[in-house]
């Protein structure tokens, strides 16, 4: 038995433990079956509030991803289109940042001087929380979708450009060297040679940046509001609704990791033994 069927099984046993365990201690009294759900979830009479047992949450996480598409106006759309708007907003940011960082990268790591120009810029802006940026870009830009994205391309940008730097900077002089004696122009080395050598660690930050962006998302779209599945969390803990509040926190987690995975994989394609 491999050692990824053997984790795999020890996942599975941990998740039905917790279950488990987490069902059980959700088996409300009878004495509180009188109780109404807003009395329940605002700690009644009894202060017998509690969280939804996963039974709960698996049937509703069933009913909502039988129809996830659904529209039935601006604030009862289906968990489909929710995650459909982040994910454009979360993608579309995140691509002009790759855009603009990487190049970006690119140029500070091969030239001493411009890693010294720029490193003030950087190590200023950097710490500067993301969602810091959402009211000037709310003024300045005065579209709530579009300063989601700007947020989201704040956000990106950091990760990638560092990774990028250092993976070009930090390229091995021979390598280069080699270039030079074959006359190879710097666009040409910059292609042929640093870049295949910098991917790893390029592929690092992206994969830094698509969780932190993914992150950032959800708390902008709680500000910002309309659509998204931040907006979607937040319009059902003002419906009361723990089950949906509970499922949609489960779907950024499921969604998060795939995504995660999928830079992840393409690291893996781009792996190479020096």
Partial sequence: MTLNVRAAIVSLLLLFVILVIWEALNQAPAATTALSEYELLMGGADQQARVPPPSKIIGHAYDELSRPFYDAGPNDKGI????????????????????????????????????????????????????????????????SEQSAIFVIFICSIWPMLINTAFGVATVRADWVNVAKTHELSQLMTAFSVILPAAAPTILTGMRISIGIAWLVIVAAEMLVGGTGIGYYVWNEWNNLDLNSVIFSILMIGIVGMLLDLALSGVSRLIQYEE
């Fill in 80 to 143: 489909g289109i929710q995650l459909a708007y982040s994910l454009y907003r979360v993608l579309t940011g995140y691509l002009a940042a790759a855009i603009v960082a990487i190049p970006l990268g690119f140029i500070i790591g091969m030239s001493p001087l411009m890693h010294k120009a720029l490193n003030p810029f950087i190590q200023v802006l950097r710490p500067i929380s993301p969602l810091a940026w959402m009211p000037l870009a709310l003024f300045v830009i005065k579209d």
